[in-house]
C-alpha cells in the first residue's frame, strides 16, 4: 500500500484524529492526514521526532538489544501513538492521535502494526 492509502487507512480507526508518516532523521513529515486547528500535524511531526531520537538513543545507551515496538503518550482527551517501522525501511515512524473518549486503543494498535506490514515507501 502506498503512502496516502496507509494514511486513510490509519484515518479509518474509531476516535482518529490525525496521522502523519514521519521521517525521524529530518524531523519532516512525508504524509499527513486529518490534524486541524487543534492538531497541528507539521509541529507534532517535528515534535514527536525528538521523542523517537530520545527513546532510540536511550536504548542504545543501555545497550537493550531489542526493537521498539510502539510508543504511548496518553493526555487527559487523547492518545498518541507512536509506530516506529522496521529496520528495513529506514528511519520512519508512523504517528496516530486519536480522541480518547471514542477511541478503541487496542484496535488502534493493531491496525497501525497492520497498516505498516503493508506499507511500500
Same mark, same amino acid.
Given at each position: ?6 494514511? !486513510?487507512? %490509519? ?5 482518529a ?7 525521524? +532523521? #529530518? ?14 500535524? +507539521?509541529v ?10 530520545? !527513546?532510540v538513543?536511550?536504548l =542504545?545507551?543501555?545497550?537493550? $538489544? $531489542?526493537?521498539?515496538? $510502539?510508543?504511548?503518550? &496518553?493526555?487527559? =482527551? ?7 517501522? &522496521? !529496520?528495513?525501511?529506514? #528511519? ?6 486519536? $480522541?480518547? =473518549?471514542?477511541?478503541?486503543l %487496542?484496535?488502534? *494498535?493493531?491496525?497501525?502494526? *497492520?497498516? +505498516? =506490514?503493508?506499507?511500500?515507501?
Amino acid at each position: 500500500m502506498n503512502i496516502e492509502y496507509a494514511l !486513510k487507512e %490509519a484515518m479509518s480507526t474509531e476516535g482518529a484524529i490525525g496521522v502523519a508518516l514521519v521521517d525521524y +532523521e #529530518s524531523g519532516m513529515a512525508l504524509g499527513t492526514l486529518g490534524g486541524g486547528k487543534g492538531l497541528d500535524l +507539521e509541529v507534532a511531526a517535528a515534535g514527536n521526532t525528538e521523542v523517537v531520537r530520545a !527513546k532510540v538513543r536511550t536504548l =542504545s545507551l543501555l545497550a537493550v $538489544d $531489542d526493537s521498539i515496538e $510502539d510508543m504511548l503518550i &496518553t493526555l487527559g =482527551s487523547q492518545y498518541h501513538l507512536i509506530r516506529p517501522l &522496521t !529496520k528495513s525501511r529506514g #528511519s520512519l515512524f508512523l504517528y496516530l492521535a486519536l $480522541d480518547r =473518549s471514542r477511541a478503541n486503543l %487496542a484496535l488502534a *494498535r493493531h491496525l497501525l502494526k *497492520r497498516v +505498516e =506490514s503493508e506499507l511500500e515507501v
